[in-house]
């Protein structure tokens, strides 16, 4: 079959958009949910080309996310890299497409749940590796573990005016270790993600030690098997405070919040290596409902 790859124009916009939400529930959604794909537009930080075949029908279709965030990191995310045949050499045409648009940087990455074999068999072709594995939890909330904060402590709700710097902080030194997560977020990210659709007011908690902030989560609207649920996350704590039961805490008075909006379930993403989170969500009562493998692939010496 004859395919030629081409760089996504305007007028197939709405196909490319169609093409991300017919195989969304096949790979790896998290950034192709219709908030984004409605706001999408391909451009430096979205390259994205299309596979057409003689008949003019879109095939295939790859995207990279080169926002800041992830520049400052030295990488690029897929938002999308699907074909609707198994074809190598058609994933081998769209990489050498959108590797065009990676300079600067060291590394692409994407996730692929488990149950897409073909899509780790094509990427494994293609010379990307495993770097991680990340699960998804769910919980019914069907009891919600009550919470005694400890003496001098407080949870304060979010103001998006003046703590965006406070949020910041607490995640950057909380996530600083963990692989994926590394690169610090800035406060004008803070408050872009306050001011987005899934924002739940009051969702957006900070942890207090007196005067002092110490942790911080935050809970989001989001879908899930087509039904409303709270997305939790992050969770972090600044070091000094990690290990003595707070995050236990900042989980159950997120899970008291969700129940307080109506929510009848809620949803996370943990790095499978960061065994002490994992184990603190299974003890609270979450379920993994699905894993997923993050791939990498190398971009020095290409």
């Known amino acids: 079959m004859k395919l030629r790859i081409e760089a996504l124009q305007p007028d197939r916009l709405a196909e490319f958009v169609a093409y991300c939400k017919k195989h969304r529930s096949e790979i790896d959604e998290s ?3 219709d908030e984004d794909l409605n706001d999408f537009q391909p451009g430096p930080d979205n390259p994205a080309y299309i596979a057409v075949n003689q008949e003019g029908e879109l ?3 790859a995207s990279l996310i080169v926002d800041d965030y992830n520049r400052r990191g030295r990488k690029a995310r897929f938002r999308i890299f699907h074909s609707e045949t198994e074809d190598m050499n058609v994933y081998k045409m769209l990489l050498a497409a959108v ?3 990676t300079d600067g940087l060291d590394k692409l990455n994407i996730f692929v749940p488990s149950v897409n074999p073909e899509l780790m068999r094509a990427l494994e072709k293609l ?3 495993v770097e991680r594995y990340a699960c998804l939890l769910v919980n019914g909330c069907r009891e919600t573990a009550a919470f005694c904060l400890p003496e001098g402590y407080e949870i304060r709700p979010f103001r998006p005016e003046s703590d965006a710097e406070i949020w910041s902080g607490i995640r950057n030194a909380g996530f600083a270790k963990l692989q994926g997560s590394e690169t610090p977020v800035t406060p004008e990210m803070v408050q872009k993600m306050a001011a987005g659709e899934d924002y739940i007011d009051g969702g957006m908690m900070i942890l207090y ?3 002092k902030p110490a942790g911080i989560v935050r809970g989001s609207a989001d879908q899930y098997e087509g039904s409303p649920i709270m997305n939790i996350g992050p969770l972090a704590l600044l070091p000094e405070y990690q290990g003595k039961g707070l995050g236990r805490i900042l989980l ?3 899970l008291q919040f969700a129940k307080e909006k109506g929510y009848t379930g809620t949803i996370l993403c943990v790095n499978a290596e960061n065994e002490r989170a994992k184990a603190l969500y299974l003890q609270e009562g979450f379920e993994q409902a699905e894993s997923a493998i993050c791939y990498k692939f190398e971009l020095l010496g290409v």
């Open 252 to 254: 159950r008075a997120v």
């Open 209 to 211: 030690d007196g005067d």
């Open 127 to 129: 010379h990307f590796v």
């Open 59 to 61: 095939t295939a279709a």
């Open 99 to 101: 590797l065009k648009h």
């Open 31 to 33: 950034f192709l949910y």
